[in-house]
């Protein structure tokens, strides 16, 4: 049965992990924004990378789901990262369920 601290450390990796999400979104929405301003004047652009930003969220999570992971395992703080990875699959999930739900229509 899980203890209350590791609850705990648990529910921290996931805000950790909504951190990085936070971080991951801003990032996306400023690239479309800078790079719809220097190579385009109809604004499509920026259409164009956040839709491919948001499609391929599951994907982008990787980049630095991974290293954390593997940083949280290195300094022992497994329960930390457990959170991280059930955040990161629950994004996935629903990612994924967006994605069924967009294209059956």
Known sequence: MLEEREIVK???GILLL????????????A???????????????ALIIWTVGAGGFF???LLYV????MFLYQQRRREIMNG????AVLTAL???GIFVFLLGR
Request: with cysteine; hydrophobic share 55%; charged share 5%.
């Open 59 to 61: 994907i982008w999570q």
């Open 84 to 87: 991280v990875i059930v955040g």
């Open 94 to 96: 629903f990612n994924g």
């Open 18 to 29: 909504l951190a990085m999400h936070t971080v991951a979104i801003v990032i996306i929405y």
């Open 10 to 12: 648990i529910f921290l």
């Open 31 to 45: 690239l479309g924004l800078v790079l719809d301003k220097i190579y385009s004047f109809d604004g499509y652009l």
């Open 66 to 69: 991974t290293p954390t992971c």
